[in-house]
């Protein structure tokens, strides 16, 4: 049955968990429902900024009400690590290329990567909102407990079905592209686990996301006037976030990574460490 110690542990994470899940679907429902577009039209860009601040918002309150631990930690020199996905999406990108796989623009490409770290920190800007809540509070929560597997199953479930009511509303991405999708997400949830355990801070996971949203997600898009202009060019079932060419990147990159790191690393991850 457990000692006191463990129960008035357990009941404390249920508390935490509560209020963490309550405000995270509360802010996200607050977000349709106001931001709700009319009918036959698209949503603006303000519903996504509140939507992706959901699980910071969540994270927040279970702080505040139930005395939950958010890991900051400090930024270090697995913030490089962070890059690892979309350098290895662009190298596929560049091979795809010569293979016919799709059309890279070098004017383009060479724009876009001196731009890169205005994109990044854009992109991270909207990025930090959900990994607060992901890599903030619920990934020590569950490293603490568990381990790095089942963390990465859980959160990586949660963070697929946060994302899937947008893709089936027509907002973000289609339908017809959520196996891609899915593969990415498994892939991009064991990479990132594994550069926060061994960090021990929020800040890497939030430099990858943000690097795969302000460059993946658009095929390293440059900006001209009010268009953006893909360096890459391709089908829509190979390039971008929703494509197959990024998706079994992220696979490969993240299942190679995570097989490393439960091999090599000494010991659990525990969430009284955090801070």
Not at 66 to 83: C, S, T, V
Not at 110 to 116: D, G, I, M, W
Not at 118 to 142: C, D
Not at 154 to 174: E, K, N, Q, S
Request: aromatic share 12%.
């Amino acid at each position: 049955m457990g000692t006191s110690v463990e129960r008035a542990a357990g009941t404390r994470i249920v508390r935490q968990l509560v209020w963490y899940f309550g405000g995270l679907l509360a802010t996200y429902v607050a977000g349709l429902v106001i931001f709700w577009p009319p009918s036959g039209e698209q949503p603006n860009e303000a519903i996504f900024v509140v939507l992706m601040f959901a699980p910071t918002v969540g994270a927040v309150l279970a702080w505040l009400c139930a005395g939950a631990r958010i890991q900051w930690g400090r930024p270090n020199l697995w913030l490089l690590a962070g890059l690892i996905p979309t350098l290895a999406v662009l190298g596929v990108y560049l091979l795809g290329s010569t293979l016919g796989w799709d059309v890279e623009d070098p004017s383009l490409l060479r724009a876009a990567l001196t731009a890169a770290p205005v994109a990044i920190f854009s992109a991270a800007l909207t990025a930090v909102g959900e990994e607060i809540g992901w890599r903030g509070f619920l990934w020590p929560l569950l490293r603490g407990r568990s381990g790095f597997w089942v963390a990465s199953l859980i959160t990586m479930v949660i963070w697929w079905a946060y994302h899937v009511p947008l893709i089936l509303l027509g907002w973000y991405g289609d339908a017809g592209h959520l196996p891609a999708f899915t593969v990415a997400i498994v892939g991009i949830t064991l990479f990132i686990g594994v550069i926060t355990d061994r960090s021990r801070s929020l800040w890497p996971s939030v430099v990858a996301h943000g690097a795969w949203n302000g460059l993946v997600a658009t095929s390293f898009a440059v900006t001209e006037g009010d268009e953006s202009i893909p360096a890459f060019a391709g089908s829509d079932e190979l390039m971008g976030e929703f494509g197959w060419l990024a998706a079994v990147t992220i696979l490969v990159v993240g299942v190679v990574a995570a097989l490393w790191h439960t091999r090599t690393m000494a010991a659990p991850i525990s969430s009284a460490k955090t801070g």
